[in-house]
């Protein structure tokens, strides 16, 4: 069953966080087949906080094989490069945001590189802060008003990373390699690495540093995060696979099934079987489709 997926107003990140906080949005549905999701690797870090009931989930498909499940309110991750996997109720709710991975120490305190890809509590991190927000984001009376929690929440967090005496940013040139790196037009490795001033290894430790990761994957990561969007979008319009890899930077059709076998644990089309009924009719693709 697809199950009805809740029309939620648009949620606004507060303008302080704009560069913190690519995007938040609500998710409720009702009248799915229980069963489980594959959260994917992308380009963000993933912050979801789960309304009526903890979000299940394990970091790998063979850890949830093996039984492992975290139950928790808030979970948050790093740059992740496996699919993890997500224990989807017949009833779901919750708010998801997509954390900025350089420069996310503005917000969290750490970078993104500190946060754990494995099974952790996002209250090691957070501390008291995780049951604050969960006890707003519950009493909350609608969405906007939840969405209010999660931005006071967020606001906390950026005023606490403020005050800690090893906070500090990336580089302006760790930022503008990020851009040039992962953007629409993304550019080779060396050559972002002359325009920011660095060796191509010192850009290397420096990202890793920042992010967990060297670039040659952040911009693996950022091609594929655009084409698993654009395999569902493609699904709903008739277009093929091999249209696809050619618009998302792919050499050929199966250039992009092999990058979904690393990163989803499927082939396009397998996934796409398995996932698609979950997303048909979510915004934006809803939990269903982001990573986790």
């Known amino acids: 069953m697809v ?28 009248g799915l087949a229980p069963g489980v999701h594959r959260g994917l690797p992308s380009a963000g870090l993933t912050l979801v906080l789960g309304l009526g009931r903890p979000l299940r989930t394990a970091p790998t498909e063979q850890a949830w094989v093996d039984g492992v499940r975290d139950a928790q309110w808030v979970s948050l991750g790093g740059l992740h490069t496996r699919a993890a996997m997500v224990e989807q109720p017949d009833r779901w709710a919750g708010v998801q945001l997509t954390l900025h991975p350089v420069g996310v120490r503005r917000l969290l ?25 969960v006890e707003e984001l519950h009493a909350a009376p609608d969405w906007p008003g939840r969405y209010a929690a999660v931005g006071r929440f967020l606001l906390r967090l950026a005023a606490r990373a403020d005050r800690s005496t090893s906070h500090h940013g990336p580089s302006p040139e760790v930022e503008e390699a990020w851009r040039l790196l992962t953007g629409p037009a993304p550019r080779a490795v060396a050559d972002v690495a002359d325009t920011v001033g660095y060796s191509r290894r010192r850009l290397t430790q420096l990202l890793t540093a920042e992010t967990g990761h060297g670039p040659k994957t952040l ?28 618009r998302t930077g792919y050499y050929d059709q199966s250039h992009l099934a092999r990058d979904f076998h690393e990163f989803a644990g499927l082939g396009p089309s397998a996934w796409l079987a398995a996932e698609f009924p979950n997303v048909q009719g979510a ?3 809803g939990a269903a489709t982001s990573s986790a």
Do not use: K
């Open 283 to 285: 915004p934006g693709g």
């Open 3 to 30: 199950g009805a997926w809740e029309h939620l107003p648009a949620a606004r990140v507060p303008a302080p966080l704009a560069r913190h906080v690519v995007a938040m949005d609500g998710y409720s549905a009702e």
């Open 109 to 133: 305190g750490v970078p993104a590189s500190d946060l754990p890809v494995g099974s952790w509590d996002a209250r090691d991190l957070l501390g008291p802060e995780v049951e604050r927000v």
């Open 219 to 246: 911009q693996r990561l950022a091609r594929f995060d655009t084409a698993r969007r654009e395999v569902v979008a493609a699904a709903a319009a008739g277009s093929s696979l091999a249209q696809v890899a050619a």
